[in-house]
């Protein structure tokens, strides 16, 4: 059956619309779930005198992402991935970047002077245990000793709670302190001992 160019290009874009629709629905969905409170860009006044713009990563963020990734150090890489790390591939990028700001959030934090990406906080969902998630925060190398990492975890444990999320696991890396320090100020609890690394665990009161 032949079907006119006119009538296949109506039927383009009704499937189309259909699609945005599914889209728009699925985004509402998620922000009813979350108490219709999807997370806002924040500027934050850390202790040094220094400002940052706290919000939700999204895909375009990549660039920001692979940047900031260039001003870690060798060990910072090592603290946050447990072993070497010289690039982030596409893939990485991707994953890191394209989050549904439900089962996975990140927040990343911005230099509000210049723009550049300083520190970004995150949280993945146990698929088998949906009310705890795995987190990781990194704060590039000039940035740390600020306040930054305690702000990020501020925002990200209250994006957890509104998503239904009652605990948090960390890995670290056993020589860690700045991280493990971190977790002990929201009385984090050693769990596990392995390899070179230490897990910790907190409850979101």
Known sequence: ???????????????SGALQRQAAAARLARQARSGGQM??????LLRD????LIRPVRPSDAVLLAEGFTRLSERSRRMRFLGRKHTLTEADLR????????NHEALGALDHARG??????????DREDPQAAEIA??????????GLGIELMDRLSERARQEGICRFTAMVAADNAAVAGLL???????????????????ALD
């Open 95 to 102: 994953f890191y970047t394209d989050v549904d700001h439900h």
């Open 39 to 44: 997370p806002a860009s924040a500027p934050v």
């Open 137 to 146: 925060v990194t704060i590039v190398d000039d940035w740390q000793g600020r």
């Open 116 to 125: 550049g990406g300083v520190g970004i906080a995150r949280y993945i969902r």
């Open 184 to 202: 002990r100020c929201y009385r984090a609890e050693l769990v596990d001992c392995g390899h070179g690394t230490l897990e910790y665990e907190m």
């Open 1 to 15: 059956m032949v079907i006119h160019p006119s009538i296949g290009t109506a039927l383009a874009r009704e499937r």
């Open 49 to 52: 005198g220094s400002r940052v």
